[in-house]
């Protein structure tokens, strides 16, 4: 039977879906929850530090530190092809502003395929025997509102 390990991660972040027929069209912001669950066999080796776990939530932590919380927070993610809001960022190095440029659409469907192919490399390269493995990630982009991209949905 596998066993689920699940570690979350909180960050601040704008966008703007281009194409929505309502009020997301307009630049705003949220306050996302992304959630990875990874599976794996429980680690056996007697005396380990992490002996009868699957990964030690800590480790899983500092993935979602670097490659989400890092990566997004405080930042403006925009589509390559919104030509109004690359407009309108132009010159944001010159100001220091965090851009995210991105080739997807930042709906939060978009954004949970992203990390997933993002962090699915990386839980892999963990381990050396493909112990564990990334198995879903929810994006939260309100408190009422959220995405589900689990493996093999690909």
């Known amino acids: ?5 699940t570690r979350q991660v909180e960050f601040d972040a704008g966008h703007r879906v281009p194409n929505h027929e309502s009020k997301c069209r307009n ?3 949220h306050r996302y929850k992304v959630v ?4 794996g066999r429980l680690v056996d080796r007697s005396g ?3 002996e009868g776990m699957v990964l030690d939530f800590g480790v899983l932590s500092e993935l979602l530190q670097f ?3 890092d990566k997004y927070d405080h930042g403006f993610i925009v589509y390559e092809n919104d030509d109004v809001m690359q407009r309108l960022f132009w010159d944001a190095d010159d100001q220091n502003w965090k851009v995210i ?3 997807w659409i930042p709906t939060a469907e978009n954004m949970a395929r992203a990390i997933f192919e993002d962090l699915y490399p990386e839980v892999v390269k963990m381990t050396d025997d493909g112990r564990v493995l990334l198995t879903g990630i929810e994006v939260w982009e309100t408190p009422k ?3 589900s991209y689990w493996a093999g949905t690909q």
């Open 1 to 5: 039977m596998p066993t689920f390990v």
């Open 27 to 29: 630049p705003h912001g």
């Open 36 to 39: 990875a669950t990874v599976t």
């Open 48 to 50: 380990a530090s992490d």
């Open 67 to 69: 490659h989400v919380h």
């Open 101 to 103: 440029h991105v080739d």
């Open 145 to 147: 509102s959220m995405v």
